[in-house]
């Protein structure tokens, strides 16, 4: 059974950091696309960044600059680093997983975590 479980999300005030980590188990996502995406109260669910290798990558135009997508395959673990936060990030903090890097993309991927709340405070 495959499992994804986030972590790392919290309080933090604007212009703060925080890095949230999934980490994979049930199977090996080396050669598979990870992602994440966000869902603020009252709001859709929204891409916000995804990985292939770790060198093809692709970004929000909302984060592009602030937040930074990794992965370590030996730990089957996808990273998000995340700078510079603002209140209109503050969002519940979704990782996800698919064979096909256009699945994650386009926000139909087949593995998703529980999410893990990240708060921006003013």
């Known amino acids: 059974q495959v499992q994804l479980v986030e972590s790392g999300g919290g309080l933090v005030q604007a212009g703060g950091s925080l890095r949230l980590s999934c980490s994979a188990s049930?199977?090996?996502?080396?050669?598979?696309?990870m992602g994440w995406f966000r869902q603020a109260p009252g709001k859709e669910r929204e891409f916000v960044a995804a990985t292939l290798n770790g060198r093809v990558t692709s970004y929000a135009d909302s984060v592009k600059g602030r937040f930074t997508i990794s992965r370590d395959n030996a730990k089957n673990t996808v990273y998000l680093q995340m700078n510079v936060l603002r209140p209109e990030d503050t969002a519940v903090y979704y990782c996800?997983?698919?064979?096909?890097?256009?699945?994650?993309?386009?926000?139909?991927?087949?593995?998703w975590g529980r999410g893990t709340q990240v708060t921006v405070s003013s």
């Open positions: 996800a997983a698919d064979d096909y890097y256009r699945n994650v993309v386009n926000m139909s991927p087949r593995y």
């Open positions: 049930g199977r090996t996502f080396s050669n598979s696309a």
